[in-house]
């Protein structure tokens, strides 16, 4: 199921997935928020979306050309 939320999202947005993380974890989105600011810091632009379907909130970044 991972591998198809995945390409459902990549799809849909145009995104490409970096990390998941549970929605049920008891910090929430935190941990996908921290990861996302990491990358940032590195000069990747990532983001936080929540894919309902799996219950799980993705760091994404757009998908380039050549992905």
Do not use: I, N, Y
Not at 47 to 62: E, G, H, I, Y
């Amino acid at each position: 199921m991972q591998r198809t939320a995945t390409a459902e999202v990549t799809a849909t947005m145009g995104a490409k997935v970096l990390e998941r993380f549970p929605a049920g974890s008891p910090r929430g989105s935190w941990p996908a928020e921290e990861c996302a600011a990491r990358r940032r810091a590195q000069g990747e632009p990532a983001t936080v979306v929540m894919d309902l379907k799996s219950d799980a909130f993705l760091v994404v970044v757009q998908a380039r050309d050549e992905d």
